[in-house]
C-alpha cells in the first residue's frame, strides 16, 4: 500500500486537499463543508507528562476520600464514589454503577496512565511493549470519560440535599475540581498525534 | 483547502449551492482512504486492507452504518419510554415514601426557587436526549432518501451531537450521589429506581448512534446526483 504525504481527507465529508504548511495558531478548514482538517502540527507539550502523573495523584484522592458528608439531627453519613456504587450494586443496579465506573474511574485513570506510558517510551527512546495497544485503547476511551460531567452531578447534588440538611464539601470534593481542569488540559491533546511522535524510532 | 487563522474562522457558503457540490474531489473516487485511528493516509490496493502504521482496519465509510445506526437508535427510544415513566429513585423516611421521576425532579428544582438549576436539569437530562433522537432520525432519513438539502447544516448538527451527548448522564450521576449519600439509619433513605437503568440504557445507545453515523454518505449521495 502506497503512503499519500500532500493531502489530507476532510473526515466528515471526505472531500480530499491539498496540504498546506500551517504556521503556529493555523487551522485549515473544509472548502466543502466547512470542518477543521488540520490544527498547526503540534508536538505533544512537554508539560503533557507531569500533568498526567499530577492527575494520577489527584485521582487517587479524588476515590480515596469522601466527597460530600451529609448532617442531620446528629448523624451523619458520607459518601465515597466506590462506596456509592457498592450501594448500587447492592441495590440491584449494577448496569448504572458499571457505567459510572467507566466513565468517572476507569476511563480518566486509563487514559492518564497510558498516555503517561507513551510519552515515557517516546521520550526515552526505548521499545516498550503495547504501545501500539496502549494508544488504541486510549483513542477507543476518550468518549466515555466523562469526569466534568460527573463534577456537575456532584454540584446538583449538593444543592438538593442544602434544602434539607447539611451538606459538608469532602477532600474528594476539592480534589475532583482539580482533576476535571486537569483532565480537561490533557484531553484538549488530540490522542492521534500520538501515532507519530512514535514515528521517527521504529518499535 | 482554507487556512485561516484560529482567532478568526470565517464562513462561506459557496458548497450550499448544489452546482458546486460536483467540483470537489473525495477520496473514495481517487481509491483514497483514511486510517481511523492514525490518520495515515492510503491509496487502496485488493490485498490489504489494515493500516500498515497501526494495523487498524481500513474502512472507506464505517462499516453498515446505516443499520447500526438505526438498530441502537430505535433501542434507544424503546428504552426511553420507561426511562421518563418509571421512578429514577426512590426515598423513604420515616413517614412515607416518595417516588421521583426525571421530570418531578425537574419540578421539584423549580417550585423550590432554584431555577438555574431546574434549567440545567431540564436541558441535560431532558432536552438533550429527546433532541438527540430526534436529529439522528432526521440525519439518517435525509440520507437514507438522497436528500442534498443543507450538507453543511447537517454536518454541523452531526458536530453538535456527538460533543453534547455526554451531558445526558448527569442525572445518573446525581442518583449515584443521592443513594450513597442519603443513607441514615431510621431516617431517609434512598435507592435507586428502575429508571435510572433505562436511563442510563438511553444515554449509552444514543451514544453508540451517534458514533456508528457516517456523515459522508450524505456527501456520496450530492457527489452522485
Known sequence: MQELHDVVVCEYCDAIHQKTTLSTDECAYCQRCGSELEYFDEQPSRHLLPLSLAGIMIFIIANAFPILEMEIQGQSNKVTLLGSLMLLIADDASLVAVLVLITTVFSPFMHMLLISYVIYASKKHIQLPFVNAAIHILQAMVPWGMVEVFMLGILVAFIKLGNLATIIPGIALWAFIALSIL????????????WHINESHAY | MKVMRTDHPQTHDVYNRRDSVTHVQTAKSLGVVTCHACGKIWRINERENKCAHCHADLHIRKPNSY??????????????????????????????????????????????GEWSLAIIVFIASFLVPLLKMLSLMFLLITSQYDCTWGLRQRTHLYKVLEFIGRWSMLDVF????????????????????????????VVVLTMLASMSFDPRLAWDIAENK
Open chain 1, 183 to 194: 483532565i480537561t488540559i490533557i484531553i484538549s491533546y488530540n490522542p492521534k498525534n500520538l
Open chain 2, 67 to 112: 443499520q447500526r445506526c438505526w438498530a441502537y437508535l430505535i433501542a434507544a427510544w424503546l428504552m426511553y419510554i420507561p426511562a421518563n415513566l418509571l421512578p429514577i429513585m426512590v426515598t423513604s423516611t420515616l413517614f412515607d415514601e416518595e417516588k421521583s421521576t426525571i421530570l418531578s425532579g425537574i419540578i421539584y428544582f423549580w417550585v423550590s
Open chain 2, 174 to 201: 446525581v442518583v449515584a450521589l443521592l443513594v450513597g449519600l442519603v443513607q441514615i439509619p431510621g431516617y431517609a433513605s434512598i435507592v435507586p429506581g428502575a429508571g435510572i437503568i433505562a436511563f442510563s440504557a
